[in-house]
């Protein structure tokens, strides 16, 4: 397999809906789950011109709520790869309509394979770290990989 054809992540932009909230007013969780698992597997498919299918995902990490009426801006990279899996960080960061300035509601690693028509993995382009930054999320992405056994 060739090189990845795109290391650029993916930006969402969701708006935070009364149907989308609880009693409170603030943002369900599952919700912000799917828009993240949306966001790992376009940037996989970015990254690797495949179809892929969600295997698993690390413990996501919810900071803060968001509340109806922000926007949520979810970013997603691959950051690790193996023969047939991408294994994509992805932060989700609630904002204000009168700052835009951007606070991490929730992060984590999902890990997408790719698939072929069969729905049988397919091989995909394989990401190498280079920065520390990157070296640092690989890492966090294997031991995340490891620790799901």
Not at 4 to 33: A, I, K, Q, R, W
Not at 45 to 52: G, I, L, N, T, V
Not at 63 to 85: C, N
Not at 129 to 144: D, I, V, Y
Request: glycine share 8%.
């Amino acid at each position: 397999m060739g090189e990845p054809y795109s290391l650029e992540p993916v930006v969402l932009l969701n708006e935070v809906f009364p149907g989308h909230t609880n009693s409170m007013d603030t943002l369900y969780g599952g919700h912000l789950m799917s828009i993240m698992d949306t966001a790992a597997g376009m940037v996989s498919s970015k990254f690797a011109h495949s179809e892929f299918v969600t295997v698993s995902v690390d413990a996501l990490k919810f900071r803060m709520p968001a509340y109806q009426g922000d926007i949520i801006r979810t970013t997603a990279r691959v950051v690790w790869t193996s023969p047939h899996t991408a294994g994509v960080h992805v932060v989700s960061c609630r904002l204000s309509r009168s700052e835009w300035e951007g606070e991490e509601i929730c992060s984590g690693f999902f890990f997408m394979v790719a698939v072929d028509s069969d729905m049988r993995p397919a091989e995909i382009p394989q990401f190498t770290p280079e920065t520390e930054e990157e070296k640092g999320l690989w890492n966090r992405a294997q031991a995340a990989r490891d620790a799901m056994g």
